[in-house]
């Protein structure tokens, strides 16, 4: 995966993590990786969104 993953991605590795923290096994080191790691694809997926909403809010001004 590149530095900075699309939307899509993100989400798809997102719900990977979130998969593999709720079929529980892992280890509690195994566990606070998962989690840190489904915190930042979090962030990236809400900076994308966040971009999308003021992109649309703009497009929408300039039409009116």
Known sequence: MS???SYEE???ELAQV???LEAGGASLEESLALW???EKLATVCQAWLDGARE??????????
């Open 55 to 64: 992109r649309l809010e703009a497009a929408r001004r300039t039409a009116e």
């Open 36 to 38: 840190e790691r489904g």
């Open 3 to 5: 530095a900075q993953p």
């Open 10 to 12: 993100a989400r798809a």
């Open 18 to 20: 979130v998969e593999q």
